[in-house]
């Protein structure tokens, strides 16, 4: 399979990655970026990952057979709307957003007579370090990318996008963007939003600062996600807010747990809290494709 045309909605770390891979891979001929920063549009161009550089959305489209929208899930609408008149009938369309259910319920609202080109993706990768100058041909390799096919998705396009992530070096799965938005919402989401609020219920205390000063590797890596990208993530979390508040409930009952045996002096209670969740983290195993750097986690 080889593209003529790739056009990169979203010059930064997951889009430029895609297209050096694509390009390795020899599966594109042309590649048009578009950013909404002019700077980031020339430093993309002068860094190689893109071949041409676009002044708006549909400027980039016109024309592709190969569309990937790589921007903060909550700028989709607006890129999908702005796409809409200038998207080929025989494109094939992808994201790399971390949810799922809302980016499609924008494409559903704006695309139109294109809905059909979409195919929804999330490709489990990144980098602690965001920015089209940390772009790697690497990216994808041996990582999870996760498809979610609405019924508007004919099988023809949705093989089409399985080609082009194994194409880049992903391991993909399918799944329904319901259940893709529950289970990220169990696993990444809510991690992420506990790593902002231990780190902020700390520096909120008068010894917070002195606190930190006395803090050793546990605490560097239960926080490192904390160090997360603040507008994408705020964008993740409004984006996903039922199913993050069903695992924060979730995460309170167990809390309570906690709290309850040691208001009540209950070494043992406590100790079989401790032993359920150790036992449980040793026998999990990162399944291959899983691993990334959580810091800028799509």
């Not at 903060?72 to 992808?94: D, I, T, Y």
């Not at 194409?167 to 289970?183: K, N, R, W």
């Not at 964008?235 to 009952?253: C, W």
Request: one cysteine or more.
């Amino acid at each position: 399979m080889k593209f003529k045309r790739l056009a990169l909605i979203g010059c930064g770390l997951m889009g430029g990655s895609f297209a050096l891979a694509l390009r390795q891979a020899q599966a594109v001929e042309h590649i048009v970026g578009f950013s909404a920063s002019d700077k980031t549009r020339q430093r993309a161009l002068e860094l190689g990952v893109i071949d041409q550089t676009a002044t708006s959305v549909a400027e980039a489209v016109q024309g592709a057979d190969l569309v990937l929208l790589a921007v903060p899930v909550g700028a989709m609408h607006a890129s999908f709307e702005a796409m809409r008149e200038a998207l080929a009938p025989n494109a094939l369309l992808m994201d790399v957003g971390s949810t799922k259910c809302d980016v499609i319920a924008a494409a559903q609202t704006t695309l139109g007579e294109r809905l059909g080109c979409f195919v929804p993706a999330h490709p489990i990768a990144g980098k602690e370090l965001a920015g089209i100058e940390h772009a790697d041909a690497q990216l994808y390799q041996g990582r999870r990318t996760i498809l979610t096919p609405m019924p508007q998705t004919g099988i023809h396009r949705s093989q089409a996008a399985h080609q082009v992530w194994t194409a880049v070096g992903s391991q993909v799965s399918t799944m329904t963007p319901e259940a893709h938005d529950a289970t990220y919402a169990a696993v990444s989401h809510l991690p992420h939003l506990l790593a902002f609020a231990a780190v902020n219920a700390l520096t909120t205390q008068a010894q917070g600062a002195a606190f930190l000063e006395m803090a050793g590797p546990g605490f560097r890596d239960f926080s490192r996600i904390a160090a997360s990208d603040p507008a994408v993530w705020r964008d993740i979390l409004s984006a996903n807010h039922a199913q993050v508040l069903a695992q924060v409930g979730h995460f309170r009952d167990a809390l309570a747990q906690f709290e309850l045996a040691m208001q009540q002096s209950d070494a043992a209670a406590l100790q079989a809290l401790i032993a359920n969740a150790s036992k449980t983290r040793a026998a999990w195993t990162l399944q291959a494709g899983n691993a990334c750097s959580p810091a800028s986690e799509n």
